[in-house]
T-cell receptor, first 116, second 116 residues
Framework: DARVTQTPRDKVTEMGQEVTMRCQPI?????VFWYRQTMMQGLELLAY????????DSGMPKDRFSAEMPDATLATLKIQPSEPRDSAVYFC??????????????FGSGTRLTVV | AQKITQTQPGMFVQEKEAVTLDCTYD???????LFWYKQPSSGEMIFLIY??????QNATEGRYSLNFQKARKSANLVISASQLGDSAMYFC?????????????FGGGTRVLVKP
């Protein structure tokens, strides 16, 4: 089965440190999403890319978060500097967009980030 | 305003019985898609079923069926013959096209506990 691979699975870091999360989308998928899940806010969309170009990152705190797709097989989400309120599970999802429609979204297993 | 509303924070169901999880949505986009995901305690997001706004028939996938009532803007998930492994969080999500660009917006989720 094709799957979205996220690394690391778990990350514990100290406040102020840089954190980089990685995502390998399913081969052939041209749309990549980053979501954050917390108990308080539920699942929030942070950013997403179509054909490696950022389409919407309005859900992302711009001062400390950045998302990139250096190539079609890798998406990254970086937090610098990290804060305790960033503690959450970060999901990557990929899908195939044909025209205006994305047909199906496959989620990775998530990165559980704890900032102490 | 909430785009996706799941009014049941949690519910119990007896093993082998059917359970209906409620989901209402709000959109002015004529082209949209509705998804249900399952999130077990392990944390991964598992795709269950999809309903397109133009689909004439209600979607079914094994023991899962989607009761799509377009005029009422509801997309309830029905799980038949519940199993212990169905205990999990269930999320309803909506994809809007056009200016919304295919991002998935999630409801708050419903926690289901199947009793033996």
């Amino acid at each position: 089965d094709a799957r979205v691979t996220q690394t690391p699975r778990d990350k514990v870091t100290e406040m102020g440190q840089e954190v980089t999360m990685r995502c390998q989308p399913i081969l052939g998928h041209n749309t990549v999403f980053w979501y954050r899940q917390t108990m308080m806010q539920g699942l929030e969309l942070l950013a997403y890319f179509r054909n490696r170009a950022p389409l919407d990152d309005s859900g992302m705190p711009k001062d400390r978060f950045s998302a990139e797709m250096p190539d079609a097989t890798l998406a990254t989400l970086k937090i610098q500097p990290s804060e305790p309120r960033d503690s959450a599970v970060y999901f990557c999802a990929s899908g195939l967009g044909t025209g205006p429609v994305v047909s199906g979204y496959t989620f990775g297993s998530g990165t559980r980030l704890t900032v102490v | 305003a909430q785009k996706i509303t799941q009014t049941q924070p949690g519910m119990f169901v007896q093993e082998k019985e059917a359970v209906t999880l409620d989901c209402t949505y709000d959109t002015s986009d004529p082209s949209y898609g509705l998804f249900w995901y399952k999130q077990p305690s392990s944390g991964e997001m598992i795709f269950l079923i999809y309903q397109g706004s133009y689909d004439q028939q209600n979607a079914t996938e094994g023991r899962y069926s989607l009761n799509f009532q377009k005029a009422r803007k509801s997309a309830n998930l029905v799980i038949s013959a519940s199993q212990l492994g169905d205990s999990a969080m269930y999320f309803c999500a909506m994809r809007e096209g056009g200016a919304a660009g295919n991002k998935l917006t999630f409801g708050g989720g419903t926690r289901v506990l199947v009793k033996p």
